[in-house]
């Protein structure tokens, strides 16, 4: 038998299949609200795309891709995140010349080549959001009120933890300091961060090894080193977040994972998943794409990681809805088939292709959670009728076709 590949998953359960609907449908919903428009680019792109964006020292690029040579010799990859395929899109289309805001939301598959576990798979689906034109810090509290307006409309609790990674000013030098402190220690740091040091060094201090956290709690904090404009963006950040009752923790310690963020970063987790708890990422990277070739235009996004928050979400009350239509007379099906499209123009509506008792239809309408089953005997079709029974208040009449 073949199997679908490790750390990929189907998600065909009914209970599954509808969270995962449902959050796209919120997630759309909220993100149009917010002036976002869909954007949909391609699940595989130029490896070099992702090596400039993500960066050659992330693990994504370093250990994760899903990497090959096409039949045409071309370097590609799957794409791990959402971002640098927008950006992307964003230059080639020429959206960097036209000025103004631009804003896009997307969803769909993202592959790491990760070691799966709970929550951490190698095909996921994202749900994010990119927006490109605007300077303001107004627009990073924007995209966190975004995501807590998400999570809070499917009853998802959060926690929410905020940073600031610098700009070109005031990183080079924090990264000076940082790598003086890292090699006063550099003997008792595990191999991972010793590499770090020289690829990029603050990732360090996400580092998971309990040692290196220990030893990390004395380096230089970025956020005592920002210069006066991200000091002054960051405080406003927290003011305005402050403002709108959105609830946040500092960590110092919190860089991300990708290599393009400048600015805000932050990260909302869940205390109900397990260890691989970050539900949504996101943050400032307002050189992305200049670094791609395109005009300078500040930008700032998210992405929620859908499978992660599938367990969380709390689904509406399911009450019934909609008719299932059956007829008991093999000469009463094709009618059935017309009714049937002609209440799809308005409402969910579900019918049996073959003639059947009663008791099978009711039964049939109540497995699909309908409101109404509607069935037609010969004695109906002689009178052009239909009877209908409310499953809801459990009352019946019969009617005209023409009233049904
Ligand atoms: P990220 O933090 O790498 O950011 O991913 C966003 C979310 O995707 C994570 O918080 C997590 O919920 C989910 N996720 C990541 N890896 C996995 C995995 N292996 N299995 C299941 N879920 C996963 C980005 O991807 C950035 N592009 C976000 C962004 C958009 N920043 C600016 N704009």
């Not at 070099?48 to 039949?71: C, H, N, P, T, W």
């Not at 290599?259 to 539900?279: L, P, R, W």
């Amino acid at each position: 038998m073949i199997k679908s590949l490790r750390g990929m998953n189907d998600i065909l359960n009914e209970e599954d299949s509808k969270r995962f609907t449902h959050f796209i449908e919120t997630a759309t919903q909220i993100a149009s609200r917010y002036g976002f428009h869909y954007i949909k680019t391609p699940l595989l792109e130029e490896t070099a795309l992702f090596k400039r964006s993500v960066g050659e020292s992330s693990d994504i690029v370093g250990k994760e891709m899903y990497q090959f040579i096409d039949k045409g010799e071309n370097d590609v990859c799957l794409r791990p995140e959402g971002t640098a395929g927008v950006v992307r899109a964003f230059i080639q289309n020429k959206l960097d010349r036209a000025g103004g805001t631009q804003r896009f939301f997307y969803h769909g598959a993202m592959f790491r080549y990760e070691r799966p576990q709970k929550g951490r798979l190698r095909e996921f689906h994202q749900f994010g959001v990119e927006s490109f034109g605007v300077e303001s810090v107004y627009e990073d509290a924007q995209m966190i009120m975004m995501v807590a307006d998400i999570l809070r409309e499917l009853g998802v609790g959060f926690r929410l933890q905020l940073n600031s990674l610098g700009c070109k000013e005031c990183m080079p030098p924090y990264r000076d300091n940082l790598v003086a402190f890292i090699e006063s220690v550099e003997d008792e740091i595990c191999e991972d961060c010793q590499r770090r040091k020289s690829t990029n060094p603050i990732r360090v201090l996400d580092c998971k090894n309990e040692k290196c956290q220990s030893l990390y709690e004395n380096a230089p904090k970025l956020l005592n080193s920002l210069c006066q404009s991200c000091d002054e963006d960051f405080e406003k950040l927290k003011k305005i977040l402050n403002a709108n009752s959105i609830r946040y923790e500092i960590d110092t310690n919190l860089v991300r994972g990708l290599d393009y963020y400048s600015k805000t970063a932050f990260e909302f987790v869940s205390d109900n998943i397990g260890s691989q708890s970050a539900i949504a990422g996101g943050g400032r990277y307002d050189r992305l794409v200049e670094f791609l070739d395109g005009r300078p235009t500040p930008a700032v996004g998210f992405a929620m990681g859908i499978e992660r928050l599938l367990e969380l979400i709390e689904m509406p009350q399911n009450s019934r809805e909609g008719y299932f239509l059956g007829a008991m007379d093999d000469e009463a099906v094709d009618l059935i088939i017309s009714l049937t499209q002609a209440k799809r123009k308005t409402d969910k509506a579900s019918c049996d292709y073959r003639a059947r008792n009663l008791k099978n239809h009711l039964k049939a309408a109540d497995k699909m959670n309908a409101r109404y089953c509607c069935v037609i005997g010969s004695n109906e079709l002689e009178n052009q009728a239909i009877w209908v029974k409310d499953l809801e208040n459990k009352s019946e009449e019969t009617l005209s076709i023409k009233d049904f």
